[in-house]
């Protein structure tokens, strides 16, 4: 009986995963003419983006103004406490500012893109426009995907900057260091190989966590726990899927 049940549930993940990728080579041959109308993406890359950006921006503040106390406190136990910039700037540049800016869009951006086009779904917008040989694939689910993998990256840089801002304003500003310290120590320690790496997580995880919005959106069920269903499964599946993705992109980038 377990193993009949284990077989199951493998099977349904796999076919979850094949369902993924096939709308995902559907969006991708829709881009082109989606980027022939630059509006629609434009206003997806503001809801998925600048209205993120408050919550961005106090959680960077804050995560940094904790990397900056936490690392203090480890650096002092070595007598390295002029380190603090170089720990501060690695730590978000490679790690906490695309994990913790994808948790962050997923949880607020990727909730609204499911629901609104799970919304659509249930009150058959979607259906109406198939009626009028309309592509809500092109007009509504490719502008949202582009929207949001376009605001990630973005995002993360934003991160980062209030994320350093924070590390400086308690290294400096509390614990003594150094002001021109902290800062050569972070303009030294960082180079391309750095920033690559974060740049190339906030982009795969924009991909997947517009994708699995996208697609749990536009595949609920037509009723108002459908759609419920549909947001809660964007949240947890992207969360796990991030999580995922940094560990392997961060053993590759090792």
Request: aromatic share 6%.
């Amino acid at each position: 009986m377990i193993s009949l049940r284990s077989s199951g549930y493998l099977l349904e993940g796999v076919r979850r995963l094949g369902s993924v990728m096939l709308f995902l080579l559907q969006l991708l041959m829709r881009c082109v003419a989606a980027l022939r109308r630059p509006r629609l993406i434009v206003m997806q890359i503001y809801n998925a983006g600048a209205r993120s950006l408050i919550i961005i921006m106090l959680s960077g503040l804050f995560v940094g103004m904790v990397l900056g106390l936490q690392g203090y406190d480890l650096l002092q136990r070595f007598g390295s406490e002029e380190a603090l910039g170089t720990a501060a700037a690695l730590g978000l540049l490679r790690e906490l500012a695309p994990v913790i800016t994808a948790l962050l869009f997923a949880g607020r951006a990727g909730t609204a893109l499911a629901s609104e086009i799970g919304l659509m779904r249930a009150t058959d917008q979607l259906t109406a426009m198939e009626i009028m040989a309309v592509d809500p694939l092109s007009y509504v689910a490719t502008p949202r995907f582009l929207g949001g993998v376009i605001a990630m990256p973005l995002l993360t840089a934003i991160f980062s900057m209030i994320g350093l801002f924070g590390a400086q304003l308690v290294g400096v500003q509390m614990m003594g260091v150094d002001r021109g310290v902290f800062w050569s120590q972070t303009q030294g320690s960082v180079d391309l190989h750095d920033v690559n790496e974060g740049l190339v997580k906030s982009l795969v995880f924009g991909i997947a966590c517009s994708l699995i919005a996208v697609h749990e959106g536009y595949h609920a069920e037509p009723t108002a726990a459908g759609v419920g269903l549909a947001t809660t499964r964007t949240v947890v599946a992207s969360s796990v899927i991030i999580l995922l993705l940094d560990y392997v992109l961060t053993a590759l980038f090792l």
